[in-house]
């Protein structure tokens, strides 16, 4: 634990050392995917000819109305509507479900972040279904609460009997990722609706949804439900990563907490914009969406043909695949793919220690990749 204190001298009063929390000390960091900076940085190849697949962003910028939207904006010297009204109105529309239970975000990772810190209390715990996202740990941790884990079947489905076993008096959320990170199956509605029968409050997050096929999603039940949430973003589907706007749907009683808890202005007007503008042109969005899960399917047999390799079927815009430890190391694949310039997604949870994870890209990039691939075993 650290502890700073001020040194004392003769005519000082008795120092009172200062702590960091506790809970700090058992917290890992999370590590997000390696950038592009700093991977050109360790291998030396230049950024222009890296092909980045780790991050699950989109291959596709977004389209041309946005970044016009963005450069004709003159008043980026005032703050944004803090109301985020006319926002929250072009999402009522796009999800169909009345802007009252709509809260806007700096990206739905800063949603998660207030929604654990309104609930969790030190001793309380949440339910995750590893492997999955690890932020709902790293967060859970930092409120001073811990995380029971039911692992999922052995075919990566939620085990619902199993997560009605583990519930204590303790259990605030269950807390699922749908489709999964870096699974990639989504939670059936029915075992959704029987987690909300326990009371404790369900968190479903949809990130990846517009992947799937139900692009529906949850968010219709949200108004029937006093403990669903639904939690989105644009970082994926929208291909605006960079400017960090998400939202989430949640009971009314639930929204008047989050915003509570919410800093003023907490999306910026670059978000405000690029959301709006990409809303008004979801059609041109979805076409780039498709274009991604044909190449998802090109993907997928791609990595199938590889003998040390066995893909797990996704509705995300990734691939999840086992390293076959038999045929060849981890260690090995990681060192030749990268030598192409090639960013994937490697793991250090023992859940995925022989696993790595495939963004979806441009076909040259699975081109580029299925080359790399092939030379692993040459």
């Not at 008043?75 to 169909?96: M, V, W």
């Not at 990566?156 to 870096?182: F, G, Q, R, W």
């Not at 529906?216 to 639904?230: S, T």
Request: aromatic content about 10%; proline content about 7%; charged content about 20%.
């Amino acid at each position: 634990m650290f502890t700073y204190s001020v040194q004392p001298n003769d005519s000082a009063q008795p120092v009172q050392p200062v702590h960091v929390r506790p809970e700090m000390d058992r917290m890992a960091a999370y590590i997000p995917g390696e950038s592009l900076e700093t991977f050109s940085s360790r291998t030396g190849i230049p950024i222009s000819h890296l092909i980045k697949l780790n991050s699950n962003e989109s291959p596709y910028p977004p389209p041309p109305q946005v970044i016009q939207a963005l450069g004709n904006h003159e008043f980026y010297n005032n703050y944004p509507d803090t109301e985020s009204a006319a926002l929250r109105q072009a999402l009522s529309l796009y999800t169909g479900i009345e802007s009252k239970h709509i809260v806007v975000s700096h990206g739905s990772n800063e949603l998660i972040n207030l929604l654990w810190h309104i609930f969790l209390s030190v001793g309380d715990n949440i339910i995750c279904c590893p492997p999955t996202f690890s932020l709902y740990t790293f967060i859970t941790t930092f409120c001073g609460a811990y995380v029971l884990e039911v692992p999922r079947t052995l075919d990566y489905e939620v085990d619902v009997p199993a997560i009605l076993a583990a519930l204590t008096p303790e259990t605030k959320m269950i807390v699922l990722c749908s489709p999964n990170n870096p699974t990639g199956n989504p939670i059936c509605d029915n075992d959704v609706l029987a987690l909300l029968e326990t009371g404790r409050i369900v968190v479903v997050d949809e990130a990846y949804v517009e992947f799937s096929r139900n692009k529906r999603g949850l968010a219709h039940l949200v108004p029937q439900y006093r403990n669903l949430i639904v939690l989105r973003t644009f970082s994926k589907w929208a291909g605006l990563a960079g400017l960090r706007i998400g939202y989430g749907l949640f009971p009314e009683w639930i929204v008047a907490y989050m915003k509570r808890a919410q800093c003023p202005f907490e999306v910026n007007v670059a978000g405000h914009i690029g959301a709006i503008e990409t809303l008004k042109h979801v059609d041109e969005v979805m076409l780039n969406v498709r274009r991604i899960v044909e190449e998802r399917g090109r993907l997928f047999e791609v990595l199938s043909e590889q003998p040390y390799l066995e893909p797990i079927p996704s509705q995300g815009n990734f691939i999840l695949s086992h390293v076959l430890d038999d045929e060849v190391t981890m260690e090995h694949v990681r060192e030749v793919v990268e030598s192409y310039g090639i960013l994937l997604r490697y793991f250090q949870h023992p859940y995925l220690h022989n696993f790595m994870r495939v963004t979806v890209g441009l076909p040259e990039h699975t081109d580029k990749l299925e080359y790399a691939l092939a030379q692993v075993q040459r």
